[in-house]
């Protein structure tokens, strides 16, 4: 018999194939018992979206009903219960009729003492569980107990619901490590998420104590996960967060806001992770399509985040990468198994974050990641490994320690600057103990200037809130001569463009303006003279984007080369006519044709170089060309890194289009190729092979 569904009252119902012995004698009229099992059908993912591995995995703790099909209400429901950790249920009815029945099963958790969750269709009031029932036995006499067998609810027939409720009820078990137990009745938590009701965002309600979910979100586990993080800082946790839009690739966000949305991502993966799932460093959001491979939207990686390329502690991504490290390990069900990153050494307990949310930040005000990091070295706690910490943080540019010219918070402590215009790097931290914990920070530097010469004195590059104020002091290191805050309104380096009255010796100082935080970090840059002209082009640095090029400035004469001669922000402008994405240094052979490229497939006997691989009309390639990265480094002065394959490996060559040939590695098994720095980044690039083949690849 195949499996059936239809429709009742708006619940989806599906109803397995149910065998019943045959040839037996109708027994007197008795309690009976009602058995059987559900399971839901999940789906995995990974950092491509849903990998197309859609295992069988049980409803566990949902009520049971053992229903009368010819009543309505609760008069039709005989029995309940629950499932347990298998999905399995066995009921005893208390009956003495002869009656049509079936089972359903119910997200929701009445008959579960200390669970106190459910979830809930977003249409209409948002008070209508899901439910999902078994084919209806018809004439059923009391006594006769029934095995109403496996139930599976599929994609799309209710198995979006169940998974919700099993994600929540993964949560609630992992929250039971941290406060004894199961949360109580007074924070009970629902899931409020429908298919095609028009919602298109998720969020958590605090004043419903309810997480509500986009329409597409129903096997989205790390999104109920992260929303469900919500609700564990509202109930148990400290929070400054003034809310807003965020999204993983906003580097510059409320630091309030960018930590309490990184630890929520961190705690719905940890989720995952104490639960032992793989891939538990990767959060994905889906576009929630049908049932296979694919549908993603966004992913990210907690451990060690490629993607955003984001600097400091404004950065949710930063955040997560930051709580993640502290706690995972080689061990962890990531990725990676059996590694972890060369900069993070620790792996610590949950209990060790936990406590210092719990138990030290209670009471604080403006909560960021500074407030974590500081109570995480306060006592009682005291929780230690500074330089293992300072190591995680800084990879990712949260500078939570003294940098190199420290102390020089007097003028008697300034520090010597060059004054040729080059950057000095500073944070906002004072820690002469060590001891990890910061306090305020401020910044003097000596400037010897020459009387009637201008200077330009700047700070830029300001990371994790580092918000400047930037004074120039008269010799007595103490009388400001000039002053400026934020350098525009939307802009909150600072400038100041100063002439000398006399030839002595002056003080720069640089303070953290009164913002959110007082850490931070910022370069400093003082050229004399006013801006230079390092390369006599006739423009200074205010305007020319490579002053050490005389042929680089304003005004000057394109070409295509992968660098902007012209510096209007724009990599060989004008050699991309057919706007094909490719220039005609970049390999495109035909500017005037868009439909040849190095991107395209060679057309048969058309007489056209299709593909720009120099021959035509050429049988398909030999060798299959497989770019695994394609990479430029911001953070590493502009570098591009691209690695591929090839199935003839090592016996061709690959070569990236307009830049050089790659270095076969037998380490590492991959062809490679990294540019010198200052490399702009081409967008795309594309690998050819000497046996044929080639492959392109966006630049990420």
Known sequence: MTLMTRTVRGVLRTLPMLLLAAG???????????????????????????????????????????????????????????????????????????????????????????????????????????????????????????????????????????????????????????????????????????????????????????????????????????????????????????????????CDLDLRLAFQEGWVTYWGNSVLRYHDLPRSNIYVRSNGGAAGPGSLVRWADLEDDQQYLCSGSTSEVNVFTVLWDIADGPTTTDTTPGEDDDHDLLDLPDEELWEVMATQMGGKFNISLETFWDEWFNPPLQNGFRSELIAIADHVLIEYHEDELEANDTATEASFVPLDGSLVHNTFFSDPELDGEGAADSDLFLLQASGGVQYVVETTNLL????????????????????????????PSSLVIWVAPRSDTFYVRVTHATDVGIYGSYDLRIAGAGPVDNDGDGFDTTTDCNDDDIDIHPGAIETCDGVDQDCDGAVDNGFDVDGDGYTTCGGDCDDDDADVNPGMAEVPDNDIDDNCDGTIDEVAPSDTVTITQATWKKKKRGQLIVEANSDQEPDVTLTVVGFDVMIWNPDTGKYTYTSPARTPNPGSVTVTSSGGGSDTAPVE
């Open 24 to 250: 037996v004698a109708t027994p007197a009229l008795a309690d009976w018992t009602a058995s059987g099992t559900f399971q839901y059908v999940d789906r995995e993912f990974d950092q491509t979206g849903f990998t197309g591995t859609e295992p069988f995995l049980p409803v566990r703790l949902a009520d049971i009903e053992i229903v009368d099909a010819a009543l309505n209400g609760k008069k039709a429901i005989l029995a309940t219960g629950a499932t347990d950790q298998n999905g399995a249920y066995s009921i005893v009815v208390r009956d003495r009729k002869t009656r049509d029945v079936y089972v359903r099963v119910v997200t929701s958790s009445e008959s579960t003492p200390d669970l106190f969750i459910d979830v809930r269709d977003s249409n209409t009031n948002q008070h209508k569980k899901y439910a999902v029932a078994t084919n209806t036995i018809t004439g059923h006499a009391s006594g006769m107990d029934i095995n109403f067998g496996t139930a599976t609810i599929g994609i799309g027939q209710g198995g979006e619901a169940f998974n919700l409720y099993d994600q929540v009820l993964r949560g609630m078990d992992y929250l039971a490590t941290f406060i004894d137990g199961r949360p109580g009745s007074d924070e009970a938590l629902a899931v409020v998420w429908g298919i095609n009701n028009g919602v298109g965002g998720s969020s958590y309600s605090i004043g419903s104590t309810a997480i509500l979910l986009r329409d597409t979100a129903g096997y989205d586990d790390t999104v109920v996960l992260h929303e469900m993080g919500h609700h564990v800082v509202w109930q148990y946790l400290a929070s400054s967060s003034p809310g807003g839009a965020h999204t993983f690739s906003w």
């Open 464 to 491: 994790s809130d580092g918000n400047t104020i930037l004074q120039i002091l008269d010799s007595d290191g103490v009388t400001p001569l000039a002053t400026n805050d934020d350098r525009s309104a939307s802009d």
